[in-house]
């Protein structure tokens, strides 16, 4: 039985404004690829299809297109689809039944029944192969959260709580179904932000971003869940929401396949990848990772300093010569040390020249040095979401005259246990 693991498409999704369905087609013709090379048996997508609620007419189409050639061009028999806090329950459940007569299991969001969100996978003579139980994104009203909590500590627990007991109930149906007792493997997804889990990469996180792309679900930083409170009897647990590629509280069977795409600068240099899971029975063989090409999608960079650098960097920026995609989409931040009018004309005239590169975002600022801003100031045109932890502590370190190495090496993996350990104190 081999099973492939995806997430996060977010299709539809455009990067300051502009469209991006010929990267998402690369995509889904990849994906149609692999999975007639690689012999997938059934395919589970974790949440967030699309990017948003009503999505564009085209994005809905490829999604389509994609399910008929599943269907029609590959060996793949199944496939079981959970929406994320991205889709929209009904819009995803439209098709459900004759999804249904195609084998392609649809669960928008959670049932009423728990029952109707078991998929029982079964080969062609009718042998059965699998249980999923589905489990889409839980909103509110699915966890039975409706009581008024005290401070988001307690609605925080409580929501963990809530969770914990939808899976619990889930282990115990298939129990009582008898399916623990067979030689076949027991699978269960899910959308949501699990502890220990990190929205970093190790380079960005050098860098002291955050990805852009997902906020925390439930209430500002928390709602994490922990790894435990998925039950044991699960031989897989297929997750979406974090899109960076990644284990879960160090059990190799639960897992984030991640986004296919970087779908914010800030996933810029994340390896984008599927997984291909092999089980042989019940018993776990091997997961492999499968890097999504980076030639189907553009290249997205961040360039920032000083005008000269910029302007420098931006003239010696290569073309992709074997992408389909030769012209790379950039974020650029120049910070002058005194006022330039002319900084403008200057950066606009280079970005012309040069075709390589088109900057979907610039920003000029004018900036003395660091002590002589105050953190207020510093931050002032900022609302209170787009501030990053990492962003101030690096900024008031500077302030206290901290050297750039002192701060990388020294302090700022200090600041992060620190972090994490205000953060998990709360679960
Ligand atoms: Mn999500």
Same mark, same amino acid.
């Given at each position: 039985?081999?099973?492939l $693991?995806?997430?996060?498409w977010?299709?539809g999704?455009?990067? +300051? ?5 010929? %990267?998402f087609q690369n &995509? ?16 589970i997508?974790?949440g ?14 490829q999604? +389509?297109? *994609? ?8 060996? =793949? ?6 929406g994320?806090? $991205?889709?929209? !329950?009904?819009s ?11 084998q ?15 998929? %029982?996978? /079964? ?19 699915? #966890?039975?959260?409706n /009581? ?7 609605r925080?627990?409580?929501?963990? @709580? ?16 008898? +399916?623990?007792q ?8 899910? $959308?949501?932000?699990? /502890?220990? =889990?990190?929205? +970093? ?19 500002g930083n928390l709602?994490?869940?922990p790894?435990? !409170? ?16 990644q284990?879960?509280?160090?059990? @190799? ?25 092999? &089980?042989?029975?019940?018993k776990?063989?091997? !997961? ?7 030639? #189907? ?19 010696? &920026?290569? !073309? ?6 030769p ?11 005194s006022?330039?009018p ?18 979907? &975002?610039?920003?000029?600022?004018? =900036? ?9 100031? /510093? ?6 979401? %787009? ?7 690096? *900024? ?5 005259g =901290?050297? @750039?190495?002192?701060?990388? %090496?020294?302090?700022l993996?200090?600041?992060?246990e620190i ?9």
């Amino acid at each position: 039985m081999r099973i492939l $693991h995806t997430a996060d498409w977010h299709l539809g999704q455009k990067l +300051y404004d502009k469209e991006r369905f010929d %990267e998402f087609q690369n &995509f889904l013709d990849w994906l149609i690829e692999l999975i007639s090379e690689k012999h997938v048996d059934l395919l589970i997508v974790a949440g967030d299809i699309f990017d948003v609620a009503n999505p564009p007419q085209k994005a809905i189409e490829q999604y +389509y297109q *994609f399910l008929a050639k599943l269907v029609k061009q590959t060996d =793949c028999q199944h496939a079981v689809i959970v929406g994320g806090n $991205h889709d929209s !329950i009904q819009s995803l459940n439209a098709p459900k039944e004759l999804a249904k007569l195609l084998q392609l299991h649809i669960i928008g969001g959670a049932s009423e029944k728990s029952e109707n969100d078991l998929v %029982e996978i /079964q080969d062609n003579q009718g042998n059965l192969q699998a249980v999923v139980a589905a489990v889409p994104f839980l909103r509110d009203k699915d #966890i039975r959260y409706n /009581q008024i909590a005290s401070d988001s500590n307690t609605r925080d627990k409580m929501i963990v @709580e809530a969770i914990s007991k939808h899976y619990a109930a889930m282990a115990t149906l298939l129990e009582q179904k008898g +399916y623990t007792q067979l030689n076949i493997p027991l699978i269960t997804t899910g $959308h949501l932000f699990a /502890q220990g =889990c990190s929205h +970093y990469n190790a380079e960005s996180q050098e860098n002291g971003e955050e990805n852009q792309s997902e906020k925390a679900i439930y209430t500002g930083n928390l709602g994490k869940v922990p790894a435990h !409170i998925f039950p044991k009897i699960f031989d897989y647990v297929a997750l979406g929401h974090l899109h960076r590629s990644q284990i879960v509280g160090g059990k @190799e069977h639960i897992r984030y396949s991640g986004s296919p795409l970087p779908l914010s600068f800030s996933e810029r240099n994340d390896e984008k990848s599927v997984l291909l899971i092999d &089980f042989e029975g019940k018993k776990l063989q091997n !997961i492999q990772k499968i890097a999504v090409p980076s030639t #189907i999608y553009r290249k997205l960079i961040r360039i920032a300093g000083n005008l000269e650098e910029v302007c420098e960097k931006i003239k010696n &920026f290569p !073309i992709q010569s074997n992408s389909s995609f030769p012209t790379s989409w950039a974020e650029i931040r120049v910070v002058l040390p005194s006022p330039n009018p002319n900084a403008k004309t200057q950066l606009e005239k280079v970005l012309q020249e040069n075709t390589r590169l088109e900057a979907l &975002f610039y920003r000029i600022d004018v =900036c003395n040095t660091y002590q002589s801003t105050s953190l207020s100031q /510093q931050f002032a045109n900022k609302d209170l979401q %787009e501030l990053d932890p990492l962003e101030i502590f690096r *900024f008031v370190c500077r302030q206290v005259g =901290c050297s @750039e190495e002192d701060i990388d %090496e020294n302090l700022l993996p200090l600041f992060l246990e620190i972090k994490e350990s205000v953060e998990n104190q709360v679960q």
